[in-house]
């Protein structure tokens, strides 16, 4: 069975050492008296559940799964989770980061985050199901009615209710607006809502007496596409006026998806006939309601992967210290063994520095949206909260993309380390690589988050807010311009910044003559992008670690070991997806269809 242990050295280094981010988010009025070692004491017991509790149900998910019960249409979770999410309410768990106003802990959006890498390394699946209720709770809090909020938020922050958001139809996939849907208003405030959804997540399970669905569907006087969709709150109970339970909804689980992985998640295919439910928000205006609830996803998807690459790379690592084979060419490094530990062959440590160097780039971009996140929603400075919006709205589709497609790299090279023991269910590596491989799909697939970033956050504003962040990165290399120890460093990060600008213009240019040319462009321009931004980072990290490492900590000298290896080993990536960009769209479109 895979172990996990939290990684809270460095998760406390990029939160204090890097990011300041006690400093950086003391500026709001709200987290004034917040203060580093409350973080820290909050991380620790954070590790404490995650790695004793949802750790050891991993395994255990992955072989049972749910059970749907088709005549009752309930659906009992694997052994274990029901008792577990139960531990995590009453500690007050799912109430870290809620506003006090509807019970919430009222603690940064950066505090959550750190806490759900932990949750997520340990046990995805599981964590899944309070995961969704967060984005459930934003929407609400953002569009929701008085008395939708009054209902039904201090039911979501205690986490005695979980939410859900059912969104695409078994025709529509990512393009909502084919779903059918219909909401037909009752003349009394409600409407009865009639369809079907499929892949909702934790759509029915046994772990909360209450499921909060926000559903999309469409009135009867709605246009067509994606302008005529609207947003309601659909709960499996009804609630009465008082918040108690009433009747069953017309709203349950048609039957459960069986996938690749995640098991002990219950992906549901949801029927609603005749489902009673209420607007949130505006009529026709549900797509960007929901967005506040898509967007939350999207950073919590980067966040799962980060989870995964972390727990790969322990495991990889404590198998190649112990698992010897053969020895190294240049002769034997443990001659009182029989063969050498397999960790000093190169090839060996390539891979683990690879998923080494993705976890910690993912950790610090991560935590910095996290803040920046923070900033755009409560900083009392108008033009703070704009200048954040802006730099979270760009990092979306990274964070999403680009954290993901590398999650799924490095759980594959952790699974090779272990050779044909990586096969085998019992070590646990084949399950992260299963459970990693949705998260490249879901809430929009990497290629939209690539199209996402190229064409709406970057050529949509004629390349605004790239700028914004290419001067934050700027401002970094010139306030290190005379530290000859950051060269090696700065310099290609500077290097790649200048790139980055012409490559943006010149793919720009061609998608003005042909919009085409944007979507033959959009992938690699993503990892570009992305390996520009974990640089940027990894940067920032080394010039901490040069500052300290005379303390004789040995983290400090790991730090500038990894990211030496990104410097020199996954950066120079980009020039090959700059070529390839540049190609342009004619090597994929000039085949016939009917040639394929």
């Not at 969704?132 to 939708?148: N, R, Y």
């Not at 999309?216 to 309601?232: M, Y």
């Not at 080993?569 to 479109?589: D, F, N, R, S, Y």
Request: proline fraction near 5%; hydrophobic fraction near 40%.
């Amino acid at each position: 069975m895979p172990a996990y242990n939290p990684p809270l050295r460095d998760m406390q280094f990029v939160i204090h050492e890097v990011l300041g981010a006690v400093d950086e988010l003391k500026q709001i009025p709200a987290y004034a008296d917040l203060d580093a070692d409350t973080v820290n004491a909050v991380l620790e017991e954070g590790g404490k559940f995650a790695s004793q509790v949802l750790a050891p149900l991993n395994l255990v998910g992955d072989v049972q799964g749910c059970v749907l019960n088709k005549e009752t249409h309930e659906v009992k979770t694997a052994d274990g989770f029901k008792e577990a999410y139960k531990q995590y309410i009453e500690n007050g768990w799912s109430a870290l980061s809620a506003d006090p106003e509807w019970g919430g802990q009222g603690l940064p959006q950066l505090v959550n985050q750190a806490i759900y890498e932990m949750n997520n390394s340990a046990n995805q699946a599981w964590t899944m199901y309070p995961g969704l209720s967060h984005g459930a709770h934003a929407a609400l809090e953002a569009h929701g009615s008085d008395e939708q909020k009054k209902l039904f938020l201090p039911k979501l922050t205690s986490g005695e209710w979980t939410g859900t958001m059912c969104l695409t139809e078994p025709h529509c996939g990512t393009d909502l607006g084919l779903l059918r849907t219909k909401a037909e208003p009752q003349g009394d405030g409600t409407y009865k809502i009639t369809g079907q959804k499929i892949f909702i997540s934790a759509g029915e399970h046994d772990m909360s007496e209450n499921i909060v669905h926000l559903v999309l569907a469409r009135l009867p006087d709605a246009p067509a596409g994606s302008k005529g969709i609207s947003l309601f709150l659909v709960p499996k109970f009804n609630v009465n006026p008082d918040g108690s339970l009433g009747s069953r909804n017309g709203i349950y689980c048609g039957g459960l998806e069986h996938k690749m992985g995640i098991h002990g998640n219950a992906t549901c295919q949801m029927v609603l006939d005749e489902a009673v439910g209420t607007l949130v928000g505006q009529p026709h205006r549900g797509l960007p309601a929901m967005f506040v609830m898509m967007n939350g996803a999207r950073l919590g998807v980067g966040n799962q992967s980060l989870g995964l690459t972390q727990v790969a790379y322990e495991n990889a690592v404590t198998y190649a210290k112990d698992r010897v084979q053969m020895r190294a060419l240049s002769g034997p490094k443990r001659p009182d063994l029989a063969a050498d530990p397999i960790i000093v062959h190169p090839d060996v440590r390539r891979m683990l520095l690879t998923a080494r160097a993705y976890a910690e780039g993912a950790r610090a971009l991560v935590y910095y949206t996290a803040v920046e996140l923070d900033k755009s929603h409560n900083h009392p400075d108008e033009a703070v909260r704009k200048e954040s919006d802006d730099i979270v709205a760009l990092l979306t589709p990274i964070v999403k993309a680009f954290i993901t497609e590398n999650a799924l790299t490095a759980t594959v090279e952790c699974q090779q380390v272990y050779g044909g023991h990586g096969f085998i269910h019992e070590w646990g590596m084949e399950q992260f690589v299963r459970d990693s491989r949705i998260n490249m799909i879901y809430e929009g697939t990497n290629t939209v988050q690539a199209l996402d970033l190229l064409g709406r956050k970057v050529l949509g504003d004629g390349g605004a807010k790239l700028t914004k962040f290419g001067k934050i990165i700027g401002r970094f290399v010139k306030e290190n311009a005379d530290n000859e120890a950051m060269q090696e460093f700065t310099k290609p990060l500077a290097e790649l910044g200048q790139k980055v600008q012409a490559f943006t213009m010149e793919i720009g240019m061609k998608g003005m003559q042909n919009p085409d040319e944007v979507g033959a462009a959009a992938f690699d321009y993503m990892r570009v992008v992305g390996h520009m931004v974990y640089a940027y980072f990894f940067a920032r990290m080394a010039k901490v670690a040069l500052e300290k490492q005379g303390s004789g900590d040995k983290f400090y000298a790991a730090k500038l070991a990894t990211t030496r290896f990104y410097f020199a080993k996954l950066l120079p990536q980009v020039e090959t997806m700059m070529i390839t960009a540049k190609a342009g769209l004619k090597p994929l479109m000039e085949m016939e269809e009917a040639l394929f």
